[in-house]
């Protein structure tokens, strides 16, 4: 089984092309931001470690992690970042790794494993392939106020939170350019990539 690792920073269209490659290619995804919000839910294995760090006022009137109140605090304090990580992280490739091992007992020949902070964690190494997603600044910016209606400081703050698209491009194996290209244009890259395989 070939794991391809897909990564790309915030707002490069990562849920766009997976789409793709699980609607239009019938590949299996395993999507690291979906099983993060799986670990902040009340009976899943981060909630307590959370709130352990952040404290009660970390969750919302229902007793949820509010991840909006969750992210002020980590995009704007790097070392709360970083305790965050060391719980979320080692989690999610438990959790990963335990879905791997399922595909690949029902036969799938290539899985995609989307990986937003794939650098950052240094995860590389658990895969065969990585693909970096690359959008230029402006089209980042762009995307975050259509679909978060952030500002461009607060869009900035999260994109200089990351690697640049340069420190990813040294790990990656494909690149798919995703500034304004159409569906059709995303798959002749996945194409390309895909008989390269």
């Known amino acids: 089984m070939i794991k391809i690792g897909l990564t790309g920073g915030i707002a490069t269209g990562k849920t766009f092309i997976s789409h793709i490659l699980e609607q239009d290619y019938n590949l299996p995804i395993i999507d690291a931001d979906k099983i993060v919000g799986d670990l902040y839910q009340k009976d ?29 605090i980590i995009f704007s304090d790097p070392l709360q970042k970083t305790k965050l990580e060391s719980i ?52 980042q910016i762009k995307r975050l106020y259509e679909r978060n209606n952030f500002n461009e400081e607060k869009s900035l703050r ?19 350019y995703n500034n304004l290209q159409t569906a059709t244009e995303i798959k002749k890259q996945i194409d390309d990539i895909l008989q390269d395989l």
């Open 88 to 139: 979320i992280h080692p989690l999610v490739w438990q959790e990963t790794n335990s879905k791997l091992n399922k595909l690949e007992k029902d036969g799938a020949k290539i899985v995609i494993i989307v990986v937003p902070l794939l650098q950052e964690t240094s995860g590389q190494h658990r895969f065969d392939k990585i693909i970096v997603i690359q959008a230029d600044r402006q089209t």
């Open 44 to 72: 899943k294995a981060g909630y307590l470690e959370i709130i352990k760090l952040f404290g009660y006022e970390i969750l919302d009137k229902n007793q949820e992690i509010d991840r909006t109140k969750l992210a002020k």
């Open 158 to 176: 999260i994109i200089n939170s990351q690697s640049t698209f340069a420190q990813k491009q040294k790990i990656a194996d494909y690149v798919i």
